[in-house]
């Protein structure tokens, strides 16, 4: 899913006039070894191996929820919490 919404955002300036454009900031994932070779290929700035430091990060505006459902509810809400935008599609209400 975190490369159809890295095309999406690449493709905006085509179909959109959007004000803002958004940056390839830092990707988070769970294992330094493949969070690297992702940050690398698909042109992430940087990368953290923890959401949670993630989204403390200064300069970091909006964070996109691109992993499995069940996670979102949890991010979705610690990313509301610090003051940051959420993009996150098909949110996990079923563990409400």
Sequence with gaps: MGKD???????????FHPEVMPVRKAIAGRTEKTVTKAAERFGWESYETS???LI???????????IPNYTHKEIAIAVAKVGK?????????KSQ
């Design 51 to 53: 959401w949670e430091k």
């Design 5 to 15: 919404h890295r095309y999406a955002y690449l493709g905006m300036p085509f179909f």
């Design 56 to 66: 403390e990060r200064k300069g970091i505006d909006l964070i996109d929820i691109a």
């Design 85 to 93: 935008n959420v993009l996150c599609e098909k949110p996990d209400y």
